[in-house]
């Protein structure tokens, strides 16, 4: 259910959020990057695809909802991620001053992850989706640890191609920058801003990131299963960008209900039309937008939208302070009497 209101109704769950003791964190999703600055100009990509590659499996593959990373108790897992850069619009003298990756794992059991820029072009279905810590049968155009794209184009190593030299971390740590109840964060250094950068130039084509997890300490439990694009909005994969441009100066006003500066609707990763709807861009799930209802949910994740619920307490409140208004007022005229 898609619940919308008024930008009053919005303002009292905010309120309502805070009494209640809830967290009232306007940017949940980034760490690293100051996107509440008065001066910030954000955007968020949301829209984006995945797989887990299997070691050594040919012909076998996952792309949707989760994929994992690590040693596991049945082999070595890989995964893939990319976001589609054209779901966002940024001015063409864009510099970007911050970027990093937000994951969240529901399954968290290291933080000895790294990312490392991939170097070939690869496809995934989305056909399957993990079974545990196990995929599916490879459908033709699926990555696997043999195929960038299933059964024809094989990677040039197994395993994917990208660079050795992993993403660093503010603290030069190559492994998660900061984790906190299953989320991660990674970058926010001159290398992941630089990345970026390239990605958004097109100096550098964007085949998005491997993530690898510990690999050779011989531990079978040692592994992360993030979760992905068809997850509830709070779950998604999100690239957070912000930048500087002389043809787009920052916003002088606060630009969201809250009244903070931080990401509009469109710097979640589209327009801010509340449709919903989602058109392809080319990538699997097509181009969405953050919050914008069931089109970043699966059938069966309705349980991490906290807004809702929020909202429709605030609404509760409401009826209540108004029922409470109008017996005072009853009250008050029966005493004048």
């Known amino acids: 259910m898609k619940i919308r209101t008024s930008t009053t109704i919005i303002h009292l769950a905010s309120i309502f959020a805070f009494s209640s003791g809830a967290q009232n964190t306007q940017d949940p999703y980034s760490y690293f990057c100051d996107t509440t600055s008065s001066t910030a100009i954000t955007k968020v990509v949301v829209a984006s695809e995945d797989a887990t590659l299997f070691e050594g499996q040919d012909n076998i593959a996952a792309g949707r909802q989760q994929t994992v990373v690590g040693n596991t108790p049945n082999g070595l897992r890989r995964a893939l991620l990319r976001f589609d850069l054209s779901s966002i619009v940024m001015p063409a003298d864009a510099r970007v001053t911050c970027a990093e990756i937000y994951l969240y794992a529901s399954v968290s059991k290291t933080t000895k992850v790294s990312m490392h820029t991939i170097t070939t072009p690869w496809s995934t279905t989305s ?39 992993p993403w660093t971390g503010v603290t030069g740590a190559l492994g998660v920058g900061y984790s906190k109840n299953g989320r991660h964060w990674f970058g926010g250094s001159e290398s992941t801003k630089n990345q970026v950068q390239q990605w958004l130039d097109g100096s550098v084509p964007n085949y998005g990131v491997a993530l690898l997890g510990p690999e050779t300490d011989g531990t079978t439990d040692d592994y992360n299963i993030y979760d992905g694009v068809e997850s509830a909005p709070s779950y998604v994969p999100k690239l957070v960008i912000t930048y500087s441009s002389q043809s787009q100066p920052p916003p002088q006003t606060p630009n969201n209900d809250s009244g903070r500066s931080g990401p509009t609707p469109e710097a979640w990763g589209g327009s801010s039309s509340s449709s919903g709807s989602s058109s392809s861009s080319g990538y699997n799930g097509g181009n969405r937008e953050y919050g914008s209802g069931n089109s970043l949910r699966s059938s069966n994740s309705n349980a991490g939208d906290d807004s809702n619920m929020t909202t429709i307490m605030a609404l509760v409140m409401c009826s209540l302070l108004g029922v409470a208004a109008l017996i005072g007022g009853f009250s008050e005229g029966l005493l004048v009497r």
């Open 127 to 165: 056909t399957n989706k993990l079974q545990g810590v196990n995929g599916g049968l490879a459908s033709d155009g699926d990555a696997t640890w043999i195929y960038s794209d299933y059964p024809t184009k094989r990677w040039e190593r197994e395993g994917g191609d990208f660079k050795n030299l």
